[in-house]
């Protein structure tokens, strides 16, 4: 069974900076890739930022130049640095995982992390 959990979230000021962290455990012999999506009040989850296990990072245009995404495929984690917050980016921030497991490859998730920008 592999887990994801997420941390970093919270409450903060537009402009203000926050890290979101996802570490993996479990089976898993590859990643194949991980990142982010979010669903904000009353809209679907979108994509935020992915990034493969050789470091290929894709963002979504929203978030491009304020995010950075980055991988450590030993820890198995990935790390989200926010900065430039705006209060659309309010949502919860999900955690995701393509991986190779002894079963096979799967998709995996986080139950998320609240992030919260103040105006």
């Known amino acids: 069974q592999v887990q994801l959990v997420e941390s970093g979230g919270g409450l903060v000021q537009s402009g203000g900076s926050l890290r979101l962290s996802c570490a993996a455990s479990?089976?898993?012999?590859?990643?194949?890739?991980m990142g982010w999506y979010r669903r904000a009040p009353g809209k679907q989850r979108e994509l935020v930022a992915t990034i493969t296990s050789a470091g290929d990072a894709v963002y979504a245009d929203s978030v491009k130049g304020r995010f950075t995404l980055s991988i450590d495929n030993y820890k198995i984690t990935t790390t989200l640095q926010i900065n430039s917050l705006k209060p659309e980016d309010t949502a919860v921030y999900y955690c995701?995982?393509?991986?190779?497991?002894?079963?096979?490859?799967?998709?995996?998730w986080g139950q998320g992390t609240q992030v919260t920008v103040s105006s």
């Open positions: 995701s995982e393509e991986a190779k497991t002894p079963g096979g490859d799967h998709d995996y």
């Open positions: 479990g089976r898993i012999n590859s990643v194949y890739r």
